[in-house]
């Protein structure tokens, strides 16, 4: 039905900017909500961004003022533009979609973000 991909992570320093991708394929009509949550070892998966079929965004406290999630129109893609990065948002992110119809939750494989100097 969908597939997810991400991109975009790598290694940067406390303060710098990064950009994630996220590239949807399929059936890209029945993407509902669209989030990216990260996971650190030993800590409970958490959710950044939401951006809904409508373009509405909401944040997680933590990340509010320095991330900015956005889509492609076409909603072929999803971004989450981060600024100011910290040492604790050292994480794999994750690409997530709700579909409609099923409501069904696909996953991508995940990205790397390292914050460290």
């Known amino acids: 039905q969908v597939q997810l991909v991400e991109s975009g992570g790598g290694l940067v320093q406390p303060g710098g900017s990064l950009k994630l991708s996220c590239t949807a394929s399929?059936?890209?009509?029945?993407?509902?909500?669209m989030d990216w949550y990260r996971r650190t070892p030993g800590k409970e998966r958490e959710l950044v961004a939401t951006?809904?079929?409508?373009?509405?965004?909401t944040y997680a406290d933590s990340v509010k003022g320095r991330f900015t999630v956005s889509n492609a129109n076409p909603r072929t893609a999803i971004y989450l533009q981060m600024n100011n990065l910290r040492p604790e948002d050292t994480a794999v992110y994750y690409c997530?979609?709700?579909?409609?119809?099923?409501?069904?939750?696909?996953w991508g494989r995940g990205t790397q973000v390292i914050v460290s100097s």
């Open positions: 951006i809904t079929a409508r373009g509405a965004t």
């Open positions: 399929g059936t890209i009509s029945l993407l509902k909500n």
């Open positions: 997530h979609a709700k579909l409609f119809i099923t409501s069904d939750d696909v």
